[in-house]
C-alpha cells in the first residue's frame, strides 16, 4: 500500500514549502510580482512573496511561500545507506587487526580548486567531530590528510605510488556542476591507473547522497553530519570483505 505523504507546513498534507532564489532584476514592487508569478508557473498555488529585497545592482533576492499540490509515495524510494551499525574507535582498531591483519592505509583531500577543508578534517584531524575521534587517532589506520586544492590528477597519482587502500574526496563547492565533475575525473583516472579493483572510491561533501555517489562509480558517499567512525567502519568492513574474498 502506498504512503502518499506532501509537505508539512501548519496543518498535515498541506503542502507548504519555501522557496528562496534571486532574480536579475531591480527590486521593486514590480519585482515582487514577477517573483510570485515565477512559483506559480512552477506549479505552486497560495502563493505569497514573504520578502523582497535588493542584493546588489541589478539583483533582487526573495523568499517565497507556497504549497504544491504534489505528492510523492515514501515508500517507493530507494536509497540505500553506506552507514553500519555504530561502533567505537577501539571496536574498529580491533577488527581491522582481527580481520585485515595490518593497518588500513587512507588518504583525503579537498580535489578541484575547492579549498573548504572542514568536512575533510573533521573525519580525518584526530579532533574529529562532535566527541567522534576523527581517523588519525584510529591505531589501525595510516592516514594523510592533503589538504584543500589538490588536483585529480595528483591524488590520483599519490593512490597509485604510497598503496592507499581507501580515498576520500571532499567537495564543498558545486557550482555549475563542478562537484560532479572533478569526482566523475578522479573516478576515471583510478580506473585509468589499473587500480580501481584495490582501492575504495568514497565521496564526501553537504551535498554528496550514497545514491549520487554510486552512480559516479563510487564505493560510497557520506554527506552532511557523517561522524568519523562511520567512514571508519564501513571502510574496514569493506576491505575486510575483499580480504576474505
Request: glycine share 10%; proline share 3%.
Amino acid at each position: 500500500m502506498p504512503t502518499y505523504i506532501k509537505p508539512y507546513g501548519d496543518t498535515r498534507d498541506d503542502g507548504k514549502v519555501q522557496l528562496s532564489f534571486t532574480l536579475p532584476l531591480e527590486w521593486s514592487e514590480a519585482a515582487d510580482e514577477a517573483a510570485r508569478g515565477l512559483v506559480a508557473k512552477m506549479g505552486f498555488v497560495d502563493v505569497a512573496v514573504a520578502e523582497g529585497r535588493s542584493i546588489a545592482t541589478g539583483f533582487s533576492f526573495f523568499v517565497v511561500y507556497a504549497s504544491t499540490p504534489v505528492a510523492i509515495d515514501a515508500d517507493g524510494i530507494a536509497a540505500p545507506s553506506t552507514k553500519l551499525r555504530a561502533m567505537s574507535m577501539d571496536e574498529i582498531d580491533a577488527f581491522v587487526r582481527a580481520r585485515i591483519g595490518r593497518k588500513v592505509r587512507i588518504a583525503g583531500a579537498c580535489i578541484g580548486t575547492d579549498a573548504h577543508t572542514v568536512g575533510i578534517d573533521a573525519i580525518l584531524n584526530m579532533k574529529g567531530y562532535k566527541g567522534d575521534y576523527g581517523l588519525e587517532r584510529y591505531k589501525e589506520f595510516e592516514t594523510f590528510n592533503l589538504g584543500s586544492q589538490v588536483s585529480v590528477e595528483d591524488l590520483a597519482a599519490f593512490v597509485r605510488d604510497e598503496r592507499i587502500d581507501a580515498v576520500l574526496a571532499s567537495q564543498v563547492v558545486t557550482q555549475k556542476g563542478s562537484d560532479v565533475a572533478n569526482f566523475t575525473a578522479l573516478a576515471e583516472l583510478i580506473e585509468a591507473e589499473g587500480i580501481r579493483e584495490r582501492v575504495l572510491l568514497i565521496a564526501g561533501g553537504p551535498r554528496v547522497t550514497n545514491l549520487l555517489a554510486t552512480e559516479l562509480g563510487y564505493d560510497a558517499g557520506f554527506g552532511r553530519g557523517t561522524l568519523p567512525s562511520e567512514v571508519a567502519a564501513f571502510v574496514a568492513h569493506r576491505l575486510a570483505d575483499r580480504v576474505a574474498a
